[in-house]
């Protein structure tokens, strides 16, 4: 796929949550091979793994902004079954069901109220989406809200470009006894092919 019909800046300068929605449908049926062949997006994978080392395989995950799937289908390989998949773009969503590696999937906004009981998983994962004009901090309020005391929150954040407002959501969550930090990763290159400045981290946190 050419840079002109795929840029991962394009996906940082969308003004607006319609704009973002309509960039992730026009790129959703090209999105996995630009990233992985042509970018070397690893995140989704280094993500499962962590995941793979914290949760038994019998855990309930959510997915969040799952995209096409590419943490569902790394956590399928590594043997979890009881997936949801939720992203903005219908686009996106339709890719990762095809893949067959959620139980479901659900067409939703991470900043909004999730359709989703209190308690509801035993973990989440939100990988690439807290990145700026995407998901905003106030995001994790929900994804704390839908896990159950004691499960997980895996995470990436970008390293090189923070977005906006997350040093502060986390350190209010921590303060309020929502949850306690379990570990925080060192940066690595997540598309060392295309964009090899853009550096996340993998963060842990435990539900309280």
């Not at 049926?29 to 962590?50: K, M, N, Q």
């Not at 809200?145 to 921590?174: E, M, N, V």
Request: charged residues 25%.
């Amino acid at each position: 796929m050419s840079k002109d019909l795929f840029d991962v800046e394009r996906l940082y300068r969308a003004r607006t949550t319609g704009e973002l929605i309509d960039e992730y449908d026009r790129v959703a049926t090209g999105y996995d091979r630009a990233l992985l062949d042509e970018h070397a997006w690893c995140a989704p994978e280094i993500l499962a793994g962590v995941a793979a080392w914290l949760l038994p395989r019998d855990s309930r995950i959510l997915d969040a902004a799952c995209g096409t799937g590419l943490v569902g289908d790394g956590l399928r390989r590594l043997g979890f079954a009881a997936l949801h998949g939720l992203d903005l773009s219908p686009g996106m969503l339709a890719v990762a069901r095809q893949k067959g590696c959620y139980e479901g999937t659900t067409l939703a906004a991470l900043g909004d109220r999730l359709p989703f009981a209190d308690h509801a998983f035993d973990a989440f994962c939100v990988c690439g989406a807290f990145t700026p004009r995407h998901a905003p901090a106030e995001s994790l309020d929900e994804l704390v809200r839908i896990t159950r005391p004691g499960g997980y929150g895996i995470f990436t954040l970008r390293a090189d470009d923070p977005a906006p407002g997350f040093d502060a959501r986390i350190a209010a969550l921590a303060d309020a006894g929502r949850w306690t930090l379990l570990h925080v990763g060192t940066d690595f290159q997540s598309l060392p092919k295309a964009e090899p400045h853009v550096r996340n981290r993998i963060h842990v946190y435990r539900i309280a």
